[in-house]
Each structure stands twice: as structure tokens, then as C-alpha cells.
């Protein structure tokens, strides 16, 4: 019954209630692996959606020949496109290099910061305390967006880290989780997921697309069952209450 009474005096965030979205990719085809699908169902209703990406992206491909700048250049332009193919073009790249060799408090600095800028009512970004997550850039993305939530709200915080202005959420959704406990019904842009990767070519060929696409459609059935809404996505949400001192939302 405490636990009922709880939910009720500090809800979860309803996923598609606000108007401004920002999504934080840890590299240039996060967002899209994770959470197309939803990017895709936000925009078809008018919603304004922005990504952050941290990293540029610098280690990932198999090509030997492919390396730094030039790297770097054609992951941008393919997350642009993959982006636009969302209905998304307002897409910032940080400078933080791929390989997680950056202190997890300046990424923090530099996603307060883009809030503040960006002034979304929701932010998704990947959960960081998933036990078996071994990338680093995953783990201190999570991190950075958890800790920008603490940021953000705060004049006199922003100020001291070089920014101006503040701005408060009304939620932040974990994508990558193993703990998911809101869910957006995907079932009309379920496809959206393997045309986005199509464009992120230098990552991907089309089997591993359809592999992941297979791992996503098996995930988004089984939440589906939960919500008897069809394939969704699901996602590990928190509301600014539940985000600090409130150790009961972690069992939700």
C-alpha cells in the first residue's frame, strides 16, 4: 500500500504528454540503435526533438583506412542524414573523443549546458547502472545526462561552470535498460530503426541491420505483451522527485 500511495503522489513521466525532446547518443548511431522508432512516432505528431551526440565517433568502424578527422566527418554526415530520415535536424556533435578518455564531469558541464541551451520537457539518454553494460562511452553518457539533471535546474550551479541561464525537466528516460518501466507504442514506425541504421553505413552492413533489428522487434514484442499496445520501446523513467533522495523509485 506505501508503495501504491508513492506512485500516486509522484507518477512517472507519460513518454509522449510534452512538447520538446532531447535525445543523447554516446556516439553517432546510439539514438538511432536505441530509440528510432520513438524519435520517429514524436516527430509524425509535431514534436520538437534535438540530439546531442557526445562523442565523434572516432573508433568505430572496421576499416583500418578509415581514421580521425575523415572518420569523424563521414559519421556526422551519416548521422545527419539518419537524423533527417527522423524527422530530426537539429543535431549537435560535443567534442569529446570516442574511447572514453575524458573525465565524465566535463561531459556532465557540456550536457547541462545544451539543456539549458535546448530547453526540453524530457530527456532520454542511455542508463548508465545496467550490470553487464562494458562500454565505457555508454556508461559515462548515462552518467554525464543523470548528473546534468542535478545541474541544470540551478542558476547559481550553471554559473559556476561557465554557463548562464537554467532550466528544470520534467523527466528523464533511460534508454538501453534493463529495468524499463514506461513504454511508447512503436508498432506504426517499428521500421524506422533499419532504415535509420541503413544510413550509418561505415558502421553496419545489412546483416548486422537485420540482427539488430530482430534483437529490437523480440524486445519491443515482449513489451508489447506488458502493455497489450503492440511493439514498444521501453525505457527506465524518472521524474525530478525521483531523481534525488527517493530510493523506493528504484524498485518501480
Not at 16 to 24: D, P, Q, V
Not at 145 to 169: D, L, Q, Y
Not at 191 to 212: P, V
Request: hydrophobic letters at 45%.
Amino acid at each position: 500500500m506505501f508503495r501504491a500511495i508513492l506512485k500516486r503522489v509522484a507518477p512517472l513521466p507519460k513518454l509522449t504528454a510534452y512538447e520538446r525532446y532531447l535525445f543523447i547518443g554516446p556516439h553517432p548511431d546510439d539514438i538511432e540503435v536505441a530509440c528510432a522508432p520513438t524519435v520517429l512516432a514524436l516527430t509524425k505528431v509535431g514534436k520538437h526533438v534535438s540530439f546531442v551526440v557526445l562523442t565523434d565517433g572516432c573508433m568505430g568502424t572496421a576499416d583500418l583506412n578509415l581514421a580521425g578527422a575523415e572518420l569523424v566527418a563521414i559519421r556526422q554526415k551519416e548521422a545527419l542524414a539518419s537524423a533527417k530520415l527522423l524527422g530530426v535536424t537539429d543535431v549537435t556533435f560535443l567534442p569529446f573523443h570516442d574511447g572514453a578518455m575524458y573525465p565524465v564531469e566535463e561531459a556532465a558541464v557540456a550536457v547541462a549546458k545544451e539543456i539549458v541551451r535546448l530547453k526540453p520537457d524530457l530527456v532520454f539518454a542511455p542508463d548508465p547502472n545496467v550490470r553487464n553494460e562494458c562500454h565505457l562511452d555508454h556508461i559515462k553518457t548515462g552518467i554525464a545526462a543523470k548528473t546534468a539533471m542535478n545541474m541544470a535546474p540551478f542558476e547559481s550551479v550553471m554559473r559556476s561552470i561557465g554557463g548562464s541561464g537554467c532550466h528544470s525537466v520534467s523527466g528523464l528516460a533511460l534508454y538501453y535498460t534493463d529495468q524499463p518501466n514506461a513504454y511508447v507504442p512503436v508498432k506504426k514506425t517499428f521500421g524506422a530503426r533499419k532504415a535509420a541504421l541503413l544510413e550509418h553505413k561505415s558502421q553496419f552492413d545489412e546483416k548486422t541491420i537485420d540482427d539488430i533489428a530482430m534483437y529490437f522487434k523480440l524486445r519491443s514484442m515482449r513489451f508489447g505483451l506488458r502493455t497489450l499496445k503492440g511493439l514498444s520501446d521501453g525505457y527506465r523513467a524518472l521524474s525530478p522527485m525521483h531523481m534525488h533522495c527517493f530510493p523506493e523509485a528504484s524498485e518501480w
